[in-house]
């Protein structure tokens, strides 16, 4: 069976393939996206767990950052989807952050000017230096767009605009580390300081001593521009895509997943899908991930010699750990804010903590719930947590098809008992609400997103700047998006620059100036 009319085929619908279908949608494409899972969304969707009880969970949406009305993101997720899509500010105390290790809490609040005047207040002797940090910050973010312009141009195009950004210094400190910024240009030598500066190491996949300044300050900015959770939870950005596409006469097709891209004369013409249907058509991006798609779904002799080299270059962000816990019962004598809660032991970017073993502590890890921060959520006698940890896919493989084993279900109790000692810890007396739990692991992660060792965030941040990794595979008529292409994380930015490359247009100015 063969289906000729759409204009472009998006594989996988994750908020990559959907950003960018909605984008292309507003372009009057007709889009055809297919999902392999049995509902669209990707991390994004929600679903009830058990399907009988009254706790629902968006486990890619702990909280979102940078989504306020003047955002980039807000403005081009508002665009594609005509608007349908609101956000709302977590606590104006925002996030606290426990060092057991320096026996020291610290609680962000949701505003960044008065950040930066809590933070000198709390550091005097550090005055200068947090003055010096936060102004780069400011030119970072005042020159945010050179970190993604590039990525609309072609890979040798790119090289040039890196290279020049390099040579001319256009970005602070873009050949150090953020510890070399923190340690050696800036000095700071008050711990609780440093420990605070370097708390946000857990997103980019690599040790912070390896996380380039920019990009870990890229972030950085956008969580100190506040944090937010979506109004009806990550349902409703699914929703909301969904209908924009299909409005312009797209589809979204669940259970339908793709077995391998059609080659003629090396040219992408189309794609099999597993239930062996052909469909053809001359624009083809993937969202799946660039290494996932070229191993499974492009044969070697197609693969682009430079672009596989390219990729040798990266590893694949690690899994995590998630245990999702619902409630029964009154927990407003508890005091949960719309806050998120987090502790950190040393220096957990380096995942040298191996979950499987006796005696394990966890050393990052993070605490929100979701029905708390979700505006529309609705019984208040049932709510629920997710407990969040990143950690190495490698110390569960060796479970791989095993786990019915016993010793596998002792590892995954032991965590869970680990995990809810910390939320009992944290608010004495609330695990007697815990009515359910369940706990995902690298192995659920893998099976759930199809990513290489169940990977969260595709490859490492240093993809940012690698000229290579852009939505021109290198192979005609084959488009990569999603967050191997630039930014990881809940954002459409990744979507609407492939959409740009593939209609030639720039989409994101267009967008930002309809808002």
Not at 11 to 33: E, R, T, W
Not at 391 to 405: A, H, I, L, P, V
Not at 452 to 474: C, H, T, V, W, Y
């Amino acid at each position: 069976m063969a289906k000729e009319n759409f204009d472009a085929i998006i594989i996988g619908s994750g908020i990559g393939g959907l950003s960018c279908a909605a984008s292309l949608a507003m372009c009057n494409y007709k889009v055809f996206v297919l999902e392999k899972n049995l509902s669209p969304g990707g991390s994004m969707s929600s679903f009830t767990e058990p399907e009988t009880g009254n706790w629902t969970w968006s486990p890619g949406v702990q909280w979102v950052c940078d989504y306020s009305e003047t955002s980039v993101d807000y403005m081009l997720l508002k665009a594609i989807t005509d608007g349908k899509i609101s956000f709302s500010p977590l606590d104006y105390e925002c996030q606290i952050k426990y060092f057991p290790d320096l026996d020291y809490q610290f609680t962000f609040v949701n505003d960044k000017s008065k950040l930066l005047e809590k933070l000198k207040s709390e550091f005097p002797h550090e005055s200068k230096k947090i003055e010096i940090y936060f102004k780069y910050l400011r030119i970072l973010e005042k020159k945010s767009g050179m970190f993604s312009l590039p990525k609309m141009y072609s890979p040798a195009i790119a090289k040039i605009m890196f290279g020049v950004s390099r040579a001319f210094n256009v970005l602070p400190h873009m050949d150090k580390s953020v510890t070399d910024v923190v340690d050696t240009v800036l000095k700071i030598e008050d711990k609780k300081l440093r420990a605070i500066l370097l708390s946000f190491s857990h997103y980019f996949g690599i040790p912070v001593d390896e996380t380039p300044f920019p990009f870990y300050a890229y972030a950085q900015n956008m969580q100190f521009n506040g944090m937010f959770y979506p109004d009806g939870g990550g349902q409703a950005l699914v929703d909301a895509l969904v209908t924009s596409i299909n409005r312009k006469g797209g589809e979204v097709r669940p259970a339908s997943g793709v077995k391998r891209i059609i080659f003629k004369d090396k040219k992408a013409i189309g794609v099999e899908t597993e239930d062996g249907m052909d469909i053809y058509t001359n624009t083809i991006i993937s969202s799946i991930g660039i290494k996932e798609t070229l191993s499974g779904l492009v044969p070697k002799q197609e693969q682009p010699a430079r672009l596989v080299k390219a990729l040798e270059r990266h590893k694949s962000v690690p899994s995590f750990l998630l245990l999702l816990i619902g409630f029964e019962g009154d927990l407003s004598s508890f005091g949960i804010k719309k806050t998120a809660y987090k502790t950190i032991i040393g220096d957990p970017s380096v995942m040298s903590r191996n979950p499987t073993e006796k005696g394990w502590v966890c050393d990052d890890l993070t605490i929100s719930f979701p029905s708390v921060l979700n505006k529309e959520h609705g019984d208040p006698d049932y709510h629920t947590a997710e407990m969040h940890h990143e950690t190495r896919y490698e110390y569960f493989e060796k479970y791989e098809g095993k786990q019915d084993s016993d010793e596998y279900k002792q590892i995954t109790e032991q965590i869970t008992r680990h995990y809810l000692n910390q939320l009992n810890e944290k608010f004495p007396g609330i695990t007697k609400h815990v009515r359910y739990s369940k706990l995902i692991t690298p192995l659920n992660v893998k099976n759930l997103t199809h990513h290489i060792n169940g990977s969260m965030f595709g490859l490492d941040i240093q993809k940012a700047d690698n000229p290579e990794l852009s939505p021109r595979s290198g192979i005609k008529n084959l488009f990569f998006t999603g967050e191997d292409i630039f930014s990881h994380g809940l954002t459409p930015l990744n979507g609407v620059i492939t959409a740009s490359v593939v209609t030639g247009k720039n989409l994101i100015t267009r967008f930002k100036k309809n808002q």
